[in-house]
C-alpha cells in the first residue's frame, strides 16, 4: 500500500517541530532563519560535504537551535538544467525519507531555483508516487512498513510562493497518481486473485467517477464474430471478457480518441508453453490493460476536457483439453483469418479484435494500442524505452514528445511491407508470427492489418510495464507505465 499524505500548500507557515525537508541549490546552501536560526545547516552541509547535487540528501538529526526535530536536505543541481521530471523525482527522494514521520514541513523555494505551482504540484506528485509499496499479502512487515500501514496520513506542508497556483495543480496531480497507483495494484496482483471477471470489475468500478462502462460477456463477443479473442480464452476455467470504458468530457460532436489494452491476466503460453523459469512473471501480462485503465481514471479524476474510449481484452491463456492448437485457423472479427503458429503469440489476437470492434463501433481520431507483448522489444531497448510503431507521423512524434516531458520514454521502430510479407501464411489470411528475426516488428504489423487508415500507434510495453529499473519515483515491480505518458498526450494535443 502507499503511505497517504495530506497535503496542503502555503506561503507561510509557523514551524512547530516534526521534519523539515529544505530544496538546495549548490551556490546557496542553507534554510531560512525560522527553519535554522543557529546557522546548523550550512555547518552540516560544509562537514559533510553535501553541494546540493541533484537528488542528494543529508540529514541533521535533532539541529540546534531549530523548531524542527530533523532537518533533511535534497539537492536539485543545476537550476538551469532542472525540468518538470526532476521535480517528481525530488518528490520520491523525500517519499523515501519520511515514512516515519508524523508532520513534515518541506520548503521548496532554493534560492536561485524558480518554482512554479505546476512544479511544485510535480514534486508532490513524486511524493505520491514514490510512497508506493505493494505489501497486500504480507503478514510480517519490517519496522518502517508497520509505522506506514498503522497510521494516519502524515500531514505535508509544502511552503512556497507559488502556493495558490500549487493547490490549483495538485488537483490534477493527485488524479494521475491514482490513475498510475491503480495501474500498479493491477500488475502486481496475483493471477489467482485477479482473473478476467475480477479485472472487469476494476473496470466497472470507474463508475462512480463518471466514467460509461461497458462489460461483454463471452457469448456477445462470439454473437460479433471474435474468435481470435475468444480462441485464445478457451483453454481456461475463467470466461473471457471485453471492457469498454467511455469518458465524456468533450463536446459532444468530437470524435472520442481511443485507447486498447491486452489484458492477459496470466499467460502460460497455451499449448506452445513457457519455460517454467520466471514465468510467475506472466501475472503482469496485462500491464496494458492496466495502464488503460489508470489512464481513463486519471482523466475521469480530472475531469478532462476530451471524449475518450479504453477497451481492455481481458482472457487468460492456459493448456487445456480445450485450448486452441498450433496450426488451428480462427476468423477474427474483421473476417480475416489467421493460422495460429505458435499459442504463446496470444496478445496479438486479443488485440485484433479489440481494435476492430474499437474502430467499428467508435471510429476515434486515433487509436493506441499498449500491450506487453514481446520478449523482442526488451532484446531491442533493454527496460529503458518502449517499443512505438504507427502508421501516422503526427501521432508518433506527439507520443515521443510526451515521454520526454513524463520520462515514459518511447522510441519508434519500423514498419514495412518486407516486415509484412513475413506474416503471410499458407493456409490462412496470415499467420500469427513470423517468427524470430524481427519479431516486435511482425508482431506490429500484425495490428496494422485491424486498423484500417486511422491514425493508429502501437507501444509494447513489455520491457517498461513490469521489472523495469525501479528509480525515486517507482519502487515497485509494476510500475504503472504509460498512464503519465498517455495523459501528458491528451493534457497537451487533444484538450478542447
Not at 555547518?43 to 539541529?63: E, M
Not at 503478514?139 to 496520513?153: F, R
Not at 520491457?463 to 505518458?485: C, H, K, Y
Request: net charge neutral.
Amino acid at each position: 500500500m502507499s503511505q497517504k499524505f495530506d497535503v496542503n500548500f502555503v506561503k507561510a507557515v509557523k514551524p512547530t517541530g516534526g521534519t523539515a525537508i529544505v530544496l538546495q541549490a549548490p551556490d546557496a546552501i542553507g534554510a531560512a532563519p525560522e527553519v535554522d536560526p543557529a546557522g546548523v545547516v550550512a555547518r552540516a552541509a560544509d562537514v559533510g560535504r553535501f553541494k546540493a547535487k541533484a537528488l542528494k540528501s543529508l540529514d541533521i538529526v535533532a539541529p540546534h537551535g531549530s523548531p524542527f526535530d530533523r532537518i533533511i536536505l535534497i539537492g536539485l543541481g543545476d537550476p538551469e538544467k532542472i525540468a518538470a521530471h526532476d521535480w517528481l523525482r525530488a518528490g520520491g527522494v523525500a517519499a523515501g525519507k519520511v515514512r516515519d514521520a508524523e508532520s513534515v514541513s518541506i520548503y521548496l523555494d532554493a534560492a536561485g531555483v524558480e518554482v512554479g505551482g505546476q512544479a511544485a504540484a510535480d514534486f508532490a506528485l513524486g511524493l505520491l508516487l514514490g510512497s508506493y509499496r505493494f505489501d497486500t499479502y504480507k503478514t510480517k512487515k519490517d519496522d518502517d512498513e508497520q509505522k506506514a500501514n498503522g497510521k494516519k496520513a502524515i500531514k505535508v506542508t509544502i511552503v512556497t510562493a507559488a502556493a495558490a497556483a500549487a493547490r490549483k495543480a495538485y488537483d490534477e496531480s493527485e488524479a494521475i497518481a491514482g490513475g498510475v497507483l491503480l495501474a500498479r495494484d493491477l500488475v502486481n496482483e496475483p493471477a489467482n486473485v485477479l482473473g478476467p471477471v475480477e479485472f472487469a470489475a476494476k473496470a466497472k468500478a470507474l463508475e462512480k467517477l463518471g466514467v460509461e462502462v461497458e462489460i461483454l460477456t463471452e457469448r456477445e463477443m462470439k454473437r460479433l464474430g471474435m474468435a481470435a479473442l475468444l480462441g485464445v480464452a478457451q483453454g481456461s476455467v475463467r470466461p473471457p471478457r471485453l471492457g469498454i470504458m467511455q469518458w465524456n468530457g468533450g463536446k459532444p460532436k468530437d470524435k472520442p480518441i481511443a485507447f486498447v489494452g491486452k489484458g492477459v491476466v496470466f499467460d502460460t503460453g497455451g499449448i506452445s508453453i513457457k519455460p517454467a523459469a520466471g514465468m510467475e512473471d506472466m501475472k503482469g501480462d496485462m500491464g496494458g490493460a492496466a495502464a488503460v485503465i489508470g489512464l481513463m481514471h486519471t482523466l475521469a479524476a480530472r475531469k478532462a476536457k476530451v471524449n475518450a474510449v479504453g477497451i481492455i481484452g481481458l482472457v487468460e491463456n492456459m493448456p487445456d483439453g480445450n485450448a486452441q492448437r498450433p496450426g488451428d485457423i480462427v476468423t477474427s472479427m474483421s473476417g480475416q483469418t489467421i493460422e495460429v503458429i505458435n499459442t504463446d503469440a496470444e496478445g496479438r489476437l486479443v488485440l485484433c479484435d479489440a481494435l476492430w470492434y474499437c474502430n467499428d463501433r467508435f471510429k476515434p481520431q486515433f487509436m493506441i494500442d499498449l500491450a506487453t507483448l514481446t520478449g523482442a522489444v526488451m532484446v531491442a531497448l533493454g527496460s529503458h524505452h518502449a517499443g512505438l510503431f504507427s502508421n501516422d507521423d503526427t501521432l508518433s512524434s506527439r507520443l515521443t514528445a510526451a515521454g520526454l516531458v513524463t520520462n515514459e520514454r518511447v522510441w519508434r521502430l519500423p514498419l514495412g511491407k518486407e516486415y509484412d510479407k513475413m506474416i503471410d501464411s499458407k493456409f490462412a489470411d496470415m499467420k500469427n508470427t513470423g517468427g524470430r528475426s524481427a519479431g516486435s516488428i511482425t508482431a506490429a504489423q500484425f495490428l496494422h492489418r485491424f486498423v484500417k487508415d486511422t491514425p493508429w500507434a502501437h507501444i509494447d510495453i513489455a520491457g517498461t510495464a513490469m521489472g523495469s529499473p525501479t528509480d525515486e519515483i517507482n519502487q515497485s515491480w509494476g510500475s504503472g507505465f504509460g498512464v503519465r505518458l498517455l495523459d501528458e498526450l491528451v493534457r497537451s494535443q487533444y484538450e478542447s
